[in-house]
């Protein structure tokens, strides 16, 4: 079994895999939603704190698991730098006390892992992956390789989601909030544009839609519940639009070769982002993947899902040659 720990933003996570038949024993995690949501995003000095005393609590539920451990895997990058700390350095401890290898598990990979948690791969495939630090369309040609093409300029979707909400004074993680509040508005009484939309760009941009959100805001003054829910849904329609019509330019020159497309990270949850896609993918004739709704967001079982196949290439790293590397890949 692999024992693998999930730390980089506001989840702590662990979970326990089986190597052989890929099934997961295991998988709990602690979200700390709930105490970031006051200051309308995750603080990361408080996030490392609340992961010091979650991780060892659901450790405890797992030990007795460690008999079988072969390996400990780990996300090592991209997230808040503090907060990775927190699992890499359980993860190297587990490594001395339990005499097993430490697997790096890069974060985005996971989220491209995540769909096949109860499946197997199926390889090659475009990937739009929407997070809280990433909006990018991939070209992937198996669990270890993909090709970026598309990135955002500046904020991630998911990122937009959150700040529309702390602007409306809805709470944090904005995404579902937003998205709830959509469901009651009227979707076109702001004419939001959409970003780089005459731009021949393949890029994503997210700032400028933020700041049209704002000024509608500004511009109304004292807002009622209703003109919230018409700002979430008019910005949601335009979000979405923004990266259906860039994957859509992708998919033009793609679709012939490939035929699958998925969705991950926490924003694949957003119901009108799968809808819309989904049509997108009829129109290219290509079969849409999903991970389960709790794989979506940050987890450990994705973490652990790539590190079996890494565990297969024995792709093992040193304890003192791990790096914690918050950077984000645009
Ligand atoms: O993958 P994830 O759990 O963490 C990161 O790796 O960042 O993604 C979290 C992001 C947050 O920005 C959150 O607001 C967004 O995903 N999100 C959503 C929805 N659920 C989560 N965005 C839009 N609609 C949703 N339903
Ligand atoms: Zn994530």
Do not use: W
């Not at 794989?295 to 899902?305: K, Q, T, V």
Request: net charge negative; charged share 25%.
């Amino acid at each position: 079994m692999i024992l693998s720990i999930e730390s980089s933003c506001d989840d702590s996570s662990i979970a326990i895999t089986e190597i052989e038949t890929k099934k997961l024993l295991f998988h709990k995690k602690i979200s700390q939603e709930l105490q970031h949501s006051k200051y309308g995003g995750v603080v990361p000095e408080l996030a490392a704190r609340l992961h010091a005393e979650a991780l060892p609590k659901i450790l405890e539920e797992c030990k007795t698991y460690f008999d079988g451990i072969k390996a400990i895997a780990v996300t090592n990058e991209p997230g808040l730098s503090v907060t990775l700390v927190e699992g890499v350095t359980m993860a190297k401890a587990l490594c001395i006390a339990l005499d097993k290898p430490l697997i790096a598990v890069n974060h985005l990979k996971g989220h491209i892992s995540s769909l096949f948690i109860e499946k197997d791969g199926v390889f090659p495939m475009i990937t739009l992956l929407v997070s809280g630090g990433h909006t990018q369309v991939l070209n992937v040609k198996n669990f270890f390789e993909y090709e970026i093409l598309a990135s955002t300029l500046d904020d991630s979707f998911g990122e937009s989601f959150d700040k529309v909400a702390k602007m409306l004074g809805l709470g944090y993680p904005g995404g579902p909030i937003v998205e709830e509040y959509a469901k009651k508005g009227d979707e076109s009484r702001f004419a939001f544009t959409t970003p780089l939309y005459n731009s021949n760009r393949i890029a994503f941009s997210y700032s400028g839609l933020k700041n049209q959100v704002r000024l509608a805001i500004e511009s109304l003054g004292i807002l009622n519940e209703q003109d919230k829910a018409d700002i979430c849904a008019s910005f949601q329609k335009v979000a979405v639009a923004h990266l259906v019509h860039k994957t859509k330019k992708i998919l033009k020159e793609y679709s012939e070769d490939i035929s699958i497309f998925s969705i991950v990270g926490g924003a694949s949850a957003n119901e009108y982002l799968r809808r819309e896609i989904l049509s997108l993918c009829e129109e290219f004739n290509m079969e849409m993947i999903l991970a389960s709704l709790q794989y979506c967001s940050d987890n450990a079982a994705m973490i652990g899902r790539y590190a079996i196949e890494a565990y297969t290439f024995k792709d093992f790293v040193g304890l003192s040659d791990i790096k914690v590397n918050p950077k984000i890949i645009r």
